[in-house]
């Protein structure tokens, strides 16, 4: 079993930056990828960024040259700085941890940006 705690979501002008965390605990393998999905209200999950263990990244196209996804493997713990936010950029942000036992999901995040 594995459990994911996302912290860092929040309310922020348009312009403005925040910073996701996302732990992971319980069964967890060296190989893994580590990422953030968002859903926005009556919007359909879209992928923000994802990373693996050994560092490849993958963006969203709404989202590259604004955010940045790393993690700290050691702590099992993935990040998202999001920088310039748009109001479009509110949603419900989920982590998500992906191995060979299946995948994961965090219970979700708000991040609010307002205009």
Do not use: H
Not at 82 to 90: A, F, G, Q, V
């Amino acid at each position: 079993q594995v459990q994911l705690v996302e912290s860092g979501g929040g309310l922020v002008q348009a312009g403005g930056s925040l910073r996701l965390s996302c732990a992971a605990s319980g069964s967890i393998f060296s190989i893994n990828a580590m990422g953030w999905y968002r859903q926005a209200p009556g919007k359909q999950r879209e992928l923000v960024a994802t990373i693996t263990s050994g560092g490849s990244t993958n963006y969203g196209d709404s989202v590259k040259g604004r955010f940045t996804i790393s993690r700290d493997n050691a702590k099992n713990t993935v990040y998202l700085q999001m920088n310039s936010l748009k109001p479009e950029d509110t949603a419900v942000y989920y982590c998500a941890l992906r191995q060979v036992l299946g995948g994961y999901w965090g219970q979700g995040t708000q991040v609010t940006v307002s205009s």
